[in-house]
């Protein structure tokens, strides 16, 4: 079924594709077709439940940032049978992002090229739509910058949405790895990114405070880009900062060992899919050494073998964007049951 759908979208310019897709679910799975395509693709098998920075969660299996930046189709999105969805990226100001056409398939190489660059309604517009309807099932918040703030009044704009957006999240993500932000990485560097993440955990805490409720978890995404020597610091900042855990990883701008013709004239952006698997198992298995935080992996899982490599690396979840793509909303079924007939997830396997 999906690959006859996949063959018609592939045609198309991806991003129009994509919008096309979440538009057809949000008409097709609602009400009763919604409650019956969950009970469908749920894999209901107690032992793929995780317990991670004090949130239940019924599998390890979620859906990752940027799929849908404005929370508008989680609802139907949840009928795929993830056990959580990280919205955003959400910036403290709505922005357009960059020109498009800004999202490219490379099949060759199982791989998407983005260069979105945060486009997305901001915080207040999204915390509208949530405060409306707050979809069923555990939500996370990813947050960005906005374009236009300089990077040295970044915690305001993170801020912002961070307020805006408190009361809607299970977890949050601080999200300082996308390459289509110019600058944006900077803030991984061990003083900024220190002083940032206090801030937020401060305002977390008060927040937090005032509502009498335990601080949301909040994580730190990170880049495959990174060195490892980096990658240990950013690891060492996590911890001081006292933040719940680390998602690793985001897209990378390496083009090494990709195949694709043509790809010089597509211009700048991230690479997700196949070609970031062995960094983003690296990279895990780099931040497990160095933490007992939880970690979520994402980058290149295509199926269950790709997520037993992720956990036995040392995830306590996983996420999938490129392979929700080129597989289709089976994927997370598919990968539930494989996990389940494995034995996975084993508590830091
Ligand atoms: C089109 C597109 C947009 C993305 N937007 C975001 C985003 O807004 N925020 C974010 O943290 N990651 C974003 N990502 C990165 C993904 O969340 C994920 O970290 C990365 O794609 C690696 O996973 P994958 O190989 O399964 O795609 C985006 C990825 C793609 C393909």
């Given at each position: 079924m999906y690959s006859l759908a996949k063959k018609l979208l592939f045609q198309i310019d991806a991003e129009t594709a994509h919008a096309a897709t979440m538009k057809a679910l949000d008409a097709l799975l609602r009400g009763p077709a919604l409650t019956a395509m969950k009970a469908r693709t749920t894999v209901d098998t107690p032992s793929?439940?995780?317990?991670?920075?004090?949130?239940?969660?019924?599998?390890?299996?979620?859906?990752?940032?940027?799929?849908?930046?404005?929370?508008?189709?989680?609802?139907?999105?949840?009928?795929?049978?993830?056990?959580?969805?990280?919205?955003?990226?959400?910036?403290?100001?709505?922005?357009?992002?960059?020109?498009?056409?800004?999202l490219f398939r490379l099949p060759d190489d199982r791989a998407l090229l983005n260069r979105m660059g945060f486009n997305n309604?901001?915080?207040?517009?999204?915390?509208?739509?949530?405060?409306?309807?707050?979809?069923?099932?555990?939500?996370?918040?990813?947050?960005?910058?906005?374009?236009?703030v300089p990077n040295d009044e970044a915690h305001l704009d993170y801020?912002?949405?961070?307020?805006?957006?408190?009361?809607?999240?299970?977890?949050?993500?601080?999200?300082?790895?996308?390459?289509?932000?110019?600058?944006l990485r900077d803030l991984q560097e061990r003083g900024p990114l220190l002083a940032l993440l206090d801030h937020l955990q401060e305002l977390n805490i008060e927040l937090a405070q005032q509502r009498g409720i335990n601080p949301r978890p909040l994580l730190l995404k990170?880049?495959?880009?990174?060195?490892?020597?980096?990658v240990v610091e950013v690891v060492e900042v996590v911890e001081k900062a006292g933040l719940s855990g680390i998602i690793a990883t985001n897209t990378t701008i390496s083009r090494e060992g990709l195949v694709s013709p043509h790809l010089n004239d597509l211009g700048p952006g991230g690479i997700s899919g196949a070609p970031v698997a062995t960094r983003r198992r690296d990279v895990v298995r780099l931040v497990r050494k160095n933490t007992k935080l939880p970690i979520i992996g994402v980058g290149?899982?295509?199926?269950?073998?790709?997520?037993?490599?992720?956990?036995?690396?040392?995830?306590d979840l996983v996420q999938v964007w490129t392979g929700f793509v080129y597989e289709g909303p089976k994927i997370v079924q598919r990968i539930n049951q494989g996990l389940a007939a494995q034995g996975f997830p084993r508590p830091n396997a």
């Open positions: 793929l439940a995780v317990n991670a920075f004090g949130i239940k969660f019924q599998n390890p299996v979620g859906l990752a940032a940027g799929f849908d930046k404005n929370a508008e189709h989680v609802e139907a999105l949840f009928g795929f049978g993830f056990g959580h969805i990280e919205i955003g990226t959400v910036t403290g100001e709505g922005q357009p992002g960059n020109p498009k056409p800004r309604q901001g915080a207040a517009a999204v915390a509208n739509r949530l405060g409306q309807h707050r979809p069923k099932g555990i939500l996370g918040i990813n947050l960005g910058k906005t374009k236009a801020e912002k949405s961070f307020r805006l957006l408190y009361d809607f999240g299970d977890y949050f993500v601080v999200n300082v790895s996308s390459p289509n932000t110019p600058g990170i880049s495959p880009d990174l060195t490892d020597t980096a290149g899982i295509f199926n269950a073998s790709d997520a037993i490599e992720t956990l036995s690396a040392g995830a």
